[in-house]
């Protein structure tokens, strides 16, 4: 009766462990983390829209992303830079907390992009990605903005600084009152991008960027 107790609780653990020895369950490697649902996504949100209420955590009393938010961030933005510059729009780290936003023109290769950022990082969880659908890539963006800036012609209005709009739908540039009232000015800008939306905006001389491509706005922060 003792020997045939014990070989049933063997087999209850076999079965539990589906593979091991008696008495003890098998040790096997964690389940992956689950790629973002798949179907239909919001447009992207860009940086800060919505604004959040309070940094995302601290760090000795200093604003901080979250650790999972950045490290995923960082997997997220070398594959976009790279393999994945095709469809990589934009991506906003923390948004919300704890959350990568990710944002591309094509939502298959958007999930490749998040694989492959787990196989260059087994320990980022792409389970906290939301992928939305962005208007262009960063690249075009890019190529937008160094059209703009390589234009030798003398605009009636000063041009401050040049950047990808950090949801993707365009370039920003920033200018004088008057030039962001210009209907004129944002046509000729836009003839130059090549129909590449530009968006003028308000802007000071004395802080403005000598003009290039934007830092990536969906990096961590350091």
Request: hydrophobic residues 40%.
């Amino acid at each position: 009766m003792r020997r045939t107790a014990v070989t049933l609780a063997c087999l209850a653990t076999v079965t539990a462990a589906l593979a091991g020895g008696c008495g003890s369950a098998a040790s096997g490697p964690a389940t992956p983390a689950p790629l973002p649902p798949s179907g239909a996504a919001p447009a992207c949100p860009g940086v800060g829209r919505p604004a959040p209420a309070a940094p995302p955590t601290t760090v000795d009393g200093t604003p901080a992303n979250t650790p999972e938010a950045a490290r995923l961030s960082q997997a997220v933005g070398a594959q976009g830079r790279g393999a994945f510059a095709d469809v990589y729009g934009s991506h906003v780290t923390d948004q919300p907390p704890g959350r990568v936003a990710l944002c591309v023109t094509d939502l298959g290769r958007g999930r490749l992009l998040l694989e492959a950022a787990r196989k260059a990082d087994p320990a980022v969880d792409p389970g906290r990605a939301d992928l939305y659908l962005s208007r262009y890539t960063r690249r075009a963006l890019n190529e937008a903005v160094a059209r703009l800036t390589a234009d030798r012609a003398r605009p009636a209005f000063p041009l401050y600084s040049f950047s990808a709009a950090s949801d993707a739908s365009g370039v920003v540039v920033t200018s004088t009152a008057d030039g962001v009232a210009s209907k004129e000015l944002k046509a000729h800008l836009e003839r130059l991008t090549g129909g590449v939306p530009v968006t003028v905006e308000r802007g000071d001389p004395v802080t403005a960027a000598v003009g290039g491509p934007a830092a990536h706005a969906g990096d961590p922060a350091p």
